[in-house]
């Protein structure tokens, strides 16, 4: 999938596995990190915050030069609005701060004012935006579509909420994931007023570009992602260029 981009480091993402499979995952990332035939090298595992085991589970890995953080998808069906606002999964995000390591967000558009409130009681601790916010590149871009999208969020408090999180200064973006959500006929342009967007909010030291795959088949190949982010980023510097695709991420990771 990635032949021919030059790839040259990579961060394993969760897969949102059953619980308990989640130490088996993170062994296997770690082996794969320690191999000289990958370009992995490090790994975001899962985690359960919500969990009063969760403070021994991720204390396996404490110091672990390979583990860089945790994510728990959040928008599934079976998660309400509000989770990771309960006592024990802020705590659980708080004692991820302690221990170097970042927390992913990944929940529906609508609710990242959640997002907000929990960066907030765990200032220090940092996060990443998965996805730009899981936004729908076509109700940004005010484009009519068929798709339908099962986490709808109006354009203002994508924008609005997108702004907020930007304005704590522990919180990153990720540029990913809305490639998923493309139906046939789309182009760079359909998602450039996200991407733009969450770019010129969090600024060029605070972005890390996201292949998503193999979700982003959903609605392209990884060479056709690539390819429209770079049409889209085309007329920034170089420097913002680099920083975005391969700067941030080995500073933010300590890749380097």
Sequence with gaps: ATAGLNVVKAVYME?????????????????QCQRPDTPTAGAVISGRPASTDFAAYIGQFKGNPYIKGVRQVLHGPETPAGYCLQP???????LLGELGLSFDLCLR????????KLVDQAPDTRFV????????????ADIDTPSADPAPHTRQQWL???????????????ISGIIAR???????ATLAPTVNHCLDVFGPDRVVFGGDWPVCTLGASYREWVTALREIIADRSEKDQRKLLHDN???FYTLA
């Design 88 to 94: 024990t999964f802020v705590k659980s995000i708080q």
């Design 249 to 251: 991420a080995e500073h």
């Design 109 to 116: 558009p609508a609710e990242l004012s959640d997002a907000v």
């Design 182 to 188: 493309v139906v046939p006929g789309w182009s760079a």
């Design 129 to 140: 935006v998965d996805h730009c916010g899981n936004a729908d590149p076509y109700i940004v």
């Design 160 to 174: 609005d909420d997108m702004q907020a999180l930007a304005n704590r200064p522990t919180v990153i973006c990720k």
């Design 15 to 31: 897969v949102d596995v059953e619980s308990s499979q989640q130490v088996a995952e993170a062994l296997y990332i770690i082996d």
